[in-house]
Nanobody
Framework: QLQASGGGLVQPGGSLRLSCAAS????????MAWFRQAPGKEREFVAL???????RYADSVKGRFTISMDTAGKSLYLQMSRVEPEDTAVYYC????????????????????WGPGTLVTVSS
């Protein structure tokens, strides 16, 4: 029900915009998030957006990435700026099936809907 797109090869310092399209339901009233997984590493939280609970970023991307969601709750975006080689990973969009407890918003286990991921490679 979630399909991420927009990944690709980008040079360090460049920009990229990821999109995530939802089908079958709206995520307008629940949290949506981006996670990423680099080779050999565990999946990690990147950013989340919730109309009632706000926006949150991982410290590693704060000030460089911007998350947004359309008013219908059918599309999620991640604007990536000033990317670094450490941002290389498969990026996944995720959506909750119900309201998530605030303390769990950055935990992958709290999200029930996942897309297949899109690869972002930062390299010169």
């Amino acid at each position: 029900q979630l399909q991420a797109s927009g990944g690709g090869l980008v040079q360090p310092g460049g920009s990229l915009r990821l999109s995530c399209a939802a089908s079958g339901r709206t995520f307008r009233d629940v949290a949506m998030a981006w996670f990423r997984q680099a080779p050999g590493k565990e999946r990690e939280f990147v950013a989340l957006v919730s109309r009632s609970q706000g926006i949150r970023y991982a410290d590693s991307v704060k000030g460089r990435f911007t998350i947004s969601m359309d008013t219908a709750g059918k599309s999620l975006y991640l604007q990536m700026s000033r990317v670094e080689p450490e941002d290389t990973a498969v990026y996944y969009c995720a959506g909750g099936s119900r309201r998530i407890v605030y303390s769990m918003l950055s935990s992958a286990t709290a999200y029930d809907y996942w897309g297949p991921g899109t690869l972002v490679t930062v390299s010169s």
